[in-house]
Nanobody
Framework: QVQLVESGGGLVQAGGSLRLSCAAS????????MGWFRQAPGKEREFVTA?????????LYAASVKGRFTISRDNAKNTVYLQMNSLKPEDTAVYYC?????????????????WGQGTQVTVSS
């Protein structure tokens, strides 16, 4: 069982930055691939970025955030981070982190086994 707790959300002006954190319980964090998804009001949850397990040899980004967002992980701290720069109003959403036992097809929401409760990010214009 893995429990995930996100933090770091808030209100920021367009062009600003935020860093989200996702702290995981358990001693097997490094075995899990980690992803970030987001869900805006009235829309489906969508993939943002993901990082493979262990040494994080593989990283994926959605086209909409590539070049602005950066995912990283610290296995010693059981934490995955999402650095968000150059934020836009369309980035406004609840952001969720998730853990997957497999590093295959990490853009697929169905691959994830555990989810956090989400943290709100609001970008004002």
């Amino acid at each position: 069982q893995v429990q995930l707790v996100e933090s770091g959300g808030g209100l920021v002006q367009a062009g600003g930055s935020l860093r989200l954190s996702c702290a995981a319980s358990g001693r097997t964090f490094s075995r899990y691939a980690m992803g970030w998804f987001r869900q805006a009001p009235g829309k489906e949850r969508e993939f943002v970025t993901a990082i493979s397990s262990w040494s994080a040899g593989s990283i994926l980004y959605a086209a909409s955030v590539k070049g602005r967002f950066t995912i990283s992980r610290d296995n010693a701290k059981n934490t995955v981070y999402l650095q968000m720069n150059s934020l836009k109003p369309e980035d406004t959403a609840v952001y969720y982190c998730a853990a997957a036992a497999s590093s295959d097809d990490l853009a697929s929401i169905n691959k994830y086994d555990y989810w956090g409760q989400g943290t709100q990010v609001t970008v004002s214009s």
